[in-house]
């Protein structure tokens, strides 16, 4: 027997033979078998491990926005505070592990990137899905699901639920008792600035004591969307700094048209509404 320290001896259970252990509740088998790199490069396991945990991290960010959603729907606007809160932290967290991605150079890409055929973070549904219950919502980005029809009605479901701006817009009508141009409700197409929106969003501004709770979220949304243009630049910053001007692989122009998704605007009025003020 080894005389290093015996945690048994201090209760800890030693055998799961019977009992549900660690890797049974989190099911570390499947995490941990579903990495298959289809090269021999070194880098292309911290791809691989880089997408896969940002995969993760999406699904908890439409988890919370699923939940932020319901509370605001219920004119529930506190607890929708917390959890927005938590998914402008989550965005930090994926904002953060472009560090770890950016170790990888424009020569070690190289070495594996022909492995990924036509392959694309473009393809991401549940980053569609989040665009899509965040606002921005684009249709034309669903043919690349039509081979995997479960997938594809899960964007069209997205499409058919008011986004996180629409059920906030209830809210501030609601409070204000401006009525909105119902065009502002479209299910299938991007957000647009509305001068009627930024108007009352300006109330708001205005008299922060009698609309307190309208003027908070307002303020989580704009945090939000911050967070989430950080990410933005920080994909298309690391791509100009891998891959330079080359096409991408899903057949974009690449960087051109990840610049181009730097101008989107979720959340358009709070923005404008901040010259006026
Ligand atoms: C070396 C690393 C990366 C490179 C070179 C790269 C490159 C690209 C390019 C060129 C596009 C445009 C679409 C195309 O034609 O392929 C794109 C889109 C995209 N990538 Fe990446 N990417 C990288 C890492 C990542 C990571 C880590 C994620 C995290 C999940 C990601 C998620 C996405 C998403 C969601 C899109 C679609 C964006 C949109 O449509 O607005 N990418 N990427
Ligand atoms: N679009 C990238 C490839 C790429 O980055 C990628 C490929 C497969 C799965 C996820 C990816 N990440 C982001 O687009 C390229 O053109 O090199």
Not at 93 to 100: F, M, T
Request: aromatic share 10%; proline share 3%.
């Amino acid at each position: 027997m080894s005389d290093a320290y015996d945690p048994a001896g201090d209760g800890a259970q030693m055998s799961f033979a019977r009992d549900m252990s660690y890797g049974d509740y989190l099911r570390t088998d499947a995490i941990l078998t579903a990495q298959a790199p289809l090269s021999d490069a070194h880098d292309e396991m911290l791809f691989i491990i880089q997408h896969q945990t940002s995969e993760l991290w999406m699904k908890l960010v439409l988890h919370e926005i699923g939940a932020a959603r319901s509370a605001i729907c219920a004119g529930a606007l506190q607890p929708s505070f917390k959890v927005l809160s938590r998914v402008a932290r989550i965005f930090d967290q994926l904002n953060s592990s472009w560090d770890v991605l950016r170790t990888m150079t424009p020569s070690d890409y190289t070495t594996f990137r022909e492995s990924l055929g036509r392959s694309s973070g473009f393809q991401s549904h549940q980053y569609r899905l989040i665009e899509y219950a965040l606002g921005n919502r684009n249709e034309n980005l669903m043919r690349v699901h039509e081979h995997r029809p479960e997938l594809h009605a899960m964007l069209e479901a997205e499409l058919s639920r008011p986004s996180l701006y629409h059920v906030t817009l209830d809210r501030l009508s609601e409070a204000t008792g401006h009525r909105f141009d119902p065009a502002a409700y479209r299910m299938r197409a991007p957000h647009a600035r509305d001068e009627g929106i930024e108007a009352a969003w300006h109330e708001v501004y205005a008299d922060t004591a009698r609309f307190w709770n309208l003027y908070e979220l307002a303020e989580k949304l704009v945090d939000l969307e911050d967070y989430f243009r950080r990410w933005r630049f920080n994909h298309v910053t690391t791509v100009e700094r891998v891959i330079g001007f080359k096409r991408g692989t899903g057949g974009t122009s690449g960087v051109n048209y990840l610049r181009k998704m730097l101008d989107v605007e979720l959340f358009p009025e709070l923005w404008s509404v901040r010259g006026g003020l």
